[in-house]
């Protein structure tokens, strides 16, 4: 891994704080405040130009992008461990994202967007930019509407800084690996019901939820996968995508004996978006 140094001070660390093997200087200090998560940081941050990202592994490997766990520390003290999610260009991927998910959505730069059309390298290059800002702008977006997300710590080109949810260096088991059953599960339902209603309240539908990104952090749901975020009343087909998500979960529960009416459901979600 490249040593890219941020800080212009870091030149006077003696040679045995540099960065060693699978390290960089900490990403942070190079990145503008629109790079960065909402205000205000929380406690844990790790935000000091003399800190070391240190890689420890990959966490899930996926079709657009994979996820790294990374240690954020500064040498000799305690350190904050990461998740970073980095995409990969559709000529490293087998992931082709429908484009049902972009309507309604503009990309700033017009070069770049014939770019992607014409799937150029530079326009693999920057759709995998793209999707890594989309998800941490869908990051901050929930964050801020108050749906349970791991914090969006800072992007990068196609890199996505956020918080890990985890116990030490395990991450959370998704909810489709849970083994409760009916009643069970009922306080989870709620959480479930709890996120929907907090996209249909600031008017997003998550696009594509499932038991499989639904992370259970001890009891605690929290939702993950956001780059398709879907804005309900630019998007044509955003009730669709709504209805799809409460039907995907409403039917995993209901599988699992806990009895629920995805109608109804969707039926309220409904009213709260209007």
Known sequence: MSSVRFDASASLLPPELEPGADQRWSTWPASSPTQRGPLPHPHWLVTASAAFDT???????????????????????????????RYRNTHHSDFHRSGSYEEGRT??????????????????????GHWAHSEFEALCRAWQAGVPVPY??????????????????AAAPRLAQSRLHGEHLRDAFAQVVGILEAFAGAGYAHGD?????????????????LPQIVDVAANPQGLDFL??????VSTWFARRGLDNDPEELFAHLIGMLW
Do not use: C, W
């Open 55 to 85: 890689e420890l592994g990959i966490v899930k490997t996926g079709k657009e992008a994979d996820v790294h766990l990374i240690e954020r520390a500064v040498p000799g003290t305690a350190g904050v461990l990461l998740a970073a999610k």
């Open 107 to 128: 990309m700033r730069n017009t070069r770049d967007a014939r770019a992607v059309g014409r799937k150029s390298a530079h326009g693999r290059s920057v759709a995998a």
């Open 152 to 169: 969006p710590v800072q992007v990068s080109d196609t890199e996505v800084l956020m918080e890990f949810i985890g116990d030490g260096r």
């Open 209 to 225: 939820l499932s038991p499989y990104n639904l992370l259970d952090d001890e009891g605690r749901i929290v939702v993950i996968d």
């Open 243 to 248: 209805h799809r998500d409460v039907v995907n």
